[in-house]
T-cell receptor, first 114, second 112 residues
């Protein structure tokens, strides 16, 4: 039972490079989320997808794009990485985006932009 | 957006109960109160949630004030493995972009 799987676990990019963070869940969940966590801070929502075929901006969407490829997969793309995007990125999923459901998180991707 | 306020840190002794407070004075009638915790170098983990009544599960208990403006997460017998950052968040019944919005949480330190 894998739950939420994120790849890669670690990545170092040079400023201006692009990359895609992958997230997949095997729980047949409708809703998926991308967060970033900076040192000593809580999680900030970047984008979320309430259901397959929909995506919406969260608190800090600038510099990112997302794709809900299918029900299982939700990817986060950095088109031109900047040092300010150095962070730990977490993907999460939940049965739906309603308030009485719990969310499940991946183990995170630690990204460093130099 | 509904917000929560938690102490930055708390300290407790192993094998003693821990009461983690959370204030949410602007909570709406349809907001669920959720608690998550994050162990070092891991993703957040669901602990418990409730709407109006107190809730118990194998991990913890959630006590919700009658006016719902505050809640308390209770760990009945803390162990060293409970040392983590605990987040109290509000999740709207109807969903939306501010669902699962995390603040800085409470850093719980457990002394042996």
């Amino acid at each position: 039972n894998a739950g939420v799987t994120q790849t890669p676990k670690f990545q170092v990019l040079k400023t201006g490079q692009s990359m895609t963070l992958q997230c997949a869940q095997d729980m047949n969940h409708n809703s998926m989320y991308w967060y970033r966590q900076d040192p000593g801070m809580g999680l900030r929502l970047i984008y979320y997808s309430a259901s397959e075929g929909t995506t919406d901006k969260g608190e800090v969407p600038n510099g990112y794009n997302v794709s809900r490829l299918n029900k299982r997969e939700f990817s986060l793309r950095l088109e031109s990485a900047a040092p300010s995007q150095t962070s730990v990125y977490f993907c999460a999923s939940s049965p739906n985006d309603r308030g009485n459901t719990e969310a499940f998180f991946g183990q995170g991707t630690r990204l460093t932009v130099v | 957006d509904a917000k929560t306020t938690q102490p930055n840190s708390m300290e407790s002794n192993e094998e003693e109960p821990v009461h983690l407070p959370c204030n949410h004075s602007t909570i709406s009638g349809t907001d669920y109160i959720h608690w998550y915790r994050q162990l070092p170098s891991q993703g957040p983990e669901y602990v418990i949630h409730g709407l109006t009544s107190n809730v118990n599960n194998r991990m913890a208990s959630l006590a919700i004030a009658e006016d719902r403006k505050s809640s308390t997460l209770i760990l009945h017998r803390a162990t060293l493995r409970d040392a983590a950052v605990y987040y109290c968040i509000l999740r709207r019944a109807g969903g939306g972009a501010d669902g699962l919005t995390f603040g800085k949480g409470t850093h719980l330190i457990i002394q042996p």
